[in-house]
């Protein structure tokens, strides 16, 4: 069965398993895990921080970042499809007291004109306003890539009113590859940052976030009330080490592998994609005949073998990963044509 619901379904490689098998490991709510302090270590050079704390998944990474940044009753902006306000089980409200401002963005692109306007004024009516987030890769937007000079921009309106700006960067890798822009460059506008490692890069558990040290202090602090103060998690982090060392180039293969069959389906009839979405891994497939549903569709893939996800009331969505070969890609793109001409 080839598998293209995520990247998040992807297991650890032999060599992973052996650097999991034989990592150094200590205590780390002591501090004294040597592996879980060097994954840290590398994520904060890596992005350009003073600090890195290792958290069990993405949606803690930003909901520890935006506990950090926030007071109960602030207000934070966000594009209307972002991850943290669609899809973390509404943990803004529950874990930090705040509430979100979507914002309508163009393919997940907010601009620096619709944050200035969304700012609240200096009113005791209001929440205030203190957070902007970004998310990049944008995973609804079919893996599009924010416009750095758009990040800049908003960096701007967010240092004339006052405000921290979070990145939750769970494919930032992928932006990174694709535009050729370091991570640094990118997390330079950010006052927190989310990465992930379980997702392209192909580690089974596991996102850092980076920041200043008093920011990565209190970060910690956070994490241990939401119950994530781990032990000997150097078995994990040690995955994530050899992700960083050896899983990042190489998700340049699942750009392409992506491309081609997004350009391949999007030639069928009854298949619709924007191909100026398909910047990275993610392909975001519209059905446009009327008698076809989306639970019709995935079940038709799946008898050929191919696996995708629902992903609205006429998308699904396919999502390229390390365990994704070329003669994947071939059998799935024979798989769509079947299912077009049946």
């Known amino acids: 069965m080839?598998?293209?619901r995520s990247d998040t379904v992807t297991k650890p490689t032999p060599e992973m398993r052996?650097?999991?098998?034989e990592a150094e490991v200590g205590d780390d709510v002591f501090g004294e895990d040597p592996t879980v302090n060097r994954l840290q270590e590398m994520v904060a050079e890596k992005l350009g921080k003073e600090a890195a704390l290792f958290v069990p998944s993405g949606t803690m990474g930003n909901q520890v970042c935006i506990k950090v940044l926030t007071q109960p009753g602030d207000e934070i902006i966000c594009e209307a499809n972002t991850h943290c306000y669609n899809f973390e089980a509404g943990g803004?409200?529950?874990n930090s007291g705040v509430q979100p401002r979507p914002l309508e963005g163009n393919r997940g692109v907010i601009t620096a004109e619709q944050v200035e306007a969304a700012i609240r004024p200096d009113d005791e009516h209001c929440p205030r306003t203190r957070v902007v987030t970004i998310e990049n890769t944008h995973n609804q937007a079919g893996g599009v890539v924010f416009p750095l000079e758009e990040i800049k921009r908003i960096r701007q309106v967010a240092d004339r009113h006052g405000l921290a700006m979070h990145l939750d960067g769970a494919r930032l890798w992928n932006a990174?590859?694709?535009?050729?822009?370091e991570p640094a460059t990118w997390a330079q506008y950010f006052d927190t940052v989310s990465v992930c490692l379980s997702k392209g890069l192909g580690a089974p558990v596991g996102s850092v976030i980076a920041s200043?040290?008093?920011r990565i202090a209190e970060a910690r602090r956070v994490r241990k009330v939401l119950g994530a103060g781990m032990r000997q998690v150097g078995i994990l982090a040690a995955a994530g080490v050899y992700a960083l060392e050896h899983h990042v180039d190489r998700l340049a293969e699942d750009h392409r592998r992506a491309r081609r069959l997004a350009e391949a389906v999007a030639e069928l009839p009854g298949f619709d994609i924007d191909l100026d979405t398909v910047q990275t891994n993610i392909v975001v497939i519209r059905l446009e005949r009327p008698e076809w549903s989306v639970p019709g569709v995935v079940a038709a893939l799946k008898e050929q073998g191919v696996l995708v996800v629902p992903f609205g009331p006429r998308k699904i969505r396919a999502v390229t990963h390390l365990w994704i070969s070329d003669a994947d890609i071939d059998t799935a793109i024979r798989a769509f044509q079947h299912v077009a001409a049946s």
């Open 176 to 181: 990174a590859v694709a535009s050729g822009i």
């Open 92 to 94: 803004v409200a529950f």
């Open 2 to 4: 080839i598998d293209l």
């Open 212 to 214: 200043t040290a008093e």
């Open 18 to 21: 052996k650097a999991i098998a």
